[in-house]
């Protein structure tokens, strides 16, 4: 199960390939030029928009009590997995795995797109540090000492590589030990870390609570800066990321993980690796730093050239247009774990009736079989993956140009922008060579 990104290789998607590689290029080129011609001022207003909702929606999700029925959903959720961690057979029809692999790593995205930025208050380990602060008749906030500000993002980038790692690297990962030993590391440091410098630490140092941040600003809802709960346009939403240290790493670790995943699964790799003196392990380690370092070196390089070109401030651009990678990276996520969501999602929530493999059908889910209907569909399959990697490239086009005019002399936005054009280009078409190759 855990090597399943998808359905089948490049064989089962039907759509030309050099066809959607030129195609793809030519979109975002095209799109680039179309929004340098029309689109000459800024329109985005961040975190000032939106659309206030009705005030009883407002005062529901602020309510204590509302926010209290979320945080036991997700703690008894946690507790109730960990029942499978600890004491489930070694097996893969142990539902621990398909839970953390698929419905915590990957749903992440679908959940944070439909609700926003709810992971925040649904995180189980953040809300045991807040009944354990109530213990202590301790603020939540207040730590034993005060987190500086140059750490940023940095210890979420850093869990990100670590549980990828586990993901698509680390020998054994589908067994009991070998999770149960890296779910101890995330509680511990996660727990410590709240502690030391209060829940803060889950903003920055929470991998999981990270990522679905990210992920939530490419929803509707958001936060204007008034306190309102607001309904605006989702790049508008994503326009609001404040740039903070660390948050070019994590984006990078974001993207050039999944890219990782695609090429490891391409037979080029895969006979090359085997054929090597070298372990596995090693070559995959090696080889996940290395598309991680290339992301974080040709973007910082990119927006690095074009505050040289522009005449801006180069230092800080890399954080600024951070932003605009987040599209890339949903679209990524789309198309290469969109199969693996649907099918062994489903296989998961089955499982999830008999937690210890004992012939338990908690749910009513245990005799159910796995809908297979979506693999007679590879035409769409293929169109689909196509799709979200173009798609999210070009909605990261569109956040990039509306930055790019509003911080750079107008006289030279345009020719600002080249560096990131090109280097946008390079990971759709090699998006869709790892695609493609997998």
Same mark, same amino acid.
């Given at each position: 199960m855990i090597p399943l990104h998808g359905i089948g290789g490049r064989q089962d998607l039907p759509v030309p390939f050099g066809l959607a590689v030129g195609g793809a290029a030519v979109a975002v080129t095209?799109?680039?030029?179309?929004?340098?011609? =029309?689109? +000459?001022?800024?329109?985005?207003? #961040? /975190?000032?928009?939106?659309?206030?909702?009705?005030a009883a929606i407002t005062r529901t999700v602020d309510a204590g009590w509302f926010r209290w029925i979320v945080r036991v959903v997700g703690l008894a959720i946690f507790l109730y997995a960990m029942v499978s961690l600890m004491f489930g057979v070694d097996r893969l029809t142990n539902p621990i795995f398909g839970f953390i692999y698929i419905l915590v790593?990957?749903?992440? @995205?679908?959940? $944070?797109?439909?609700? #926003?930025?709810v992971w925040r208050t649904l995180n189980p380990l953040r809300t045991l540090h807040l009944l354990l602060s109530k213990a202590l008749r301790q603020p939540p906030s207040k730590g034993l000492l005060e987190l500086p500000a140059?750490?940023?993002?940095?210890? &979420?980038?850093?869990?990100i590589f670590a549980f990828t790692w586990l993901e698509l690297v680390a020998p054994d990962r589908a067994t009991i030990p070998v999770l149960q030993a890296w779910? &101890?590391?995330?509680?511990?440091?996660?727990?410590?870390? =709240?502690? *030391?410098? #209060?829940?803060?630490?889950? &903003?920055?140092?929470?991998?999981? %609570?990270?990522? =679905?941040?990210?992920?939530?600003?490419?929803?509707?809802?958001?936060? +204007?800066?008034?306190? =309102?709960? @607001?309904? +605006? +346009?989702?790049? %508008? /939403?994503?326009?609001?990321?404040?740039?903070?240290?660390? *948050?070019?790493g994590m984006v990078a670790a974001l993207l050039g993980s999944t890219a990782y995943d695609g090429f490891s699964n391409s037979s080029t790799w895969i006979g090359w690796a085997q054929n090597q003196d070298i $372990?596995?392990?090693?070559?995959g380690t090696a080889a996940l730093t290395v598309f991680i370092l290339f992301v974080l070196g040709t973007y910082s390089g990119a927006t690095v050239l074009a505050g040289r070109l522009s005449d801006s401030s180069r230092t800080s651009l890399p954080g600024l247009f951070a932003h605009s990678l987040i599209p890339i990276a949903f679209g990524y996520v789309v198309a290469h774990y969109l199969t693996l969501f649907i099918l062994e999602g489903q296989r998961t929530l089955i499982y999830l009736s008999d937690p210890l493999s004992n012939g338990a059908n908690i749910f009513g889910t245990g005799l159910l079989a796995v809908n297979t209907g979506i693999t007679n569909h590879s035409t769409a399959i293929a169109v689909t993956q196509v799709l979200a990697?173009?798609? #999210?490239? *070009?909605?990261?086009v569109v956040s990039a140009h509306d930055r790019a005019v509003a911080l750079f002399p107008r006289a030279k936005a345009l020719a600002g922008q080249i560096p990131l054009l090109v280097v946008m280009v390079g990971y759709t078409c090699g998006g869709l060579l790892l695609l493609f190759s997998s």
């Open positions: 095209l799109s680039f030029v179309v929004l340098g011609l =029309a689109w +000459r001022s800024p329109k985005y207003r #961040g /975190n000032a928009s939106g659309k206030p909702l009705p790593w990957v749903g992440l @995205v679908p959940i $944070s797109i439909v609700f #926003g930025p140059w750490v940023g993002l940095w210890p &979420a980038a850093l869990g779910i &101890a590391l995330y509680v511990v440091i996660t727990m410590f870390g =709240a502690i *030391l410098f #209060g829940d803060r630490w889950f &903003a920055q140092g929470d991998p999981f %609570e990270v990522y =679905a941040t990210l992920m939530s600003r490419l929803s509707p809802w958001g936060r +204007r800066t008034d306190g =309102a709960l @607001v309904v +605006r +346009r989702p790049l %508008e /939403n994503l326009d609001g990321l404040k740039p903070q240290p660390g *948050l070019v $372990s596995m392990t090693w070559l990697v173009v798609c #999210g490239h *070009l909605l990261g």
